[in-house]
Nanobody
Framework: QLQASGGGSVQAGGSLSLSCAASGFSLSNYVIGWFRQAPGKEREGIACISTSGGTTYNTDSVKGRFTISRDNTKNTVYLQMNSLKPEDTAVYYC???????????????????WGQGTQVTVSS
């Protein structure tokens, strides 16, 4: 089971750190993606990290502001979000899959396992 946590309400320009923790299995064998979904919009893939943590991808909308990382000893993946904007407001999800090809990292249908989301609200 995956569980995303760490969401909350912040003002524009602020920071939040999200965590994606696993129970019942080892995250170290899985590629992890972070997604978000704003009301009325499709789920958007924003970041991905390889099993070792050595390779990461970010979409242009968050590049330079969000950082994905992982600590396999803690069975947890993180998403550090800085310089938050009102348009970052969404429910954030983490997802896992054993293998993701680069061109698919932001596609929700590429991932088999999903956690419950955590709400992030950024006010102007």
């Amino acid at each position: 089971q995956l569980q995303a946590s760490g969401g909350g309400s912040v003002q524009a320009g602020g920071s939040l750190s999200l965590s994606c923790a696993a129970s019942g299995f080892s995250l170290s064998n899985y590629v992890i993606g972070w997604f978000r979904q704003a009301p009325g919009k499709e789920r958007e893939g924003i970041a991905c990290i390889s099993t070792s943590g050595g390779t990461t991808y970010n979409t242009d909308s968050v590049k330079g502001r969000f950082t994905i990382s992982r600590d396999n000893t803690k069975n947890t993946v993180y998403l550090q979000m800085n310089s938050l904007k009102p348009e970052d407001t969404a429910v954030y999800y983490c997802a896992a899959d054993r293998q993701i090809i680069r061109s698919s990292y932001s596609r929700p249908d590429a991932y088999d396992y999903w956690g419950q989301g955590t709400q992030v609200t950024v006010s102007s």
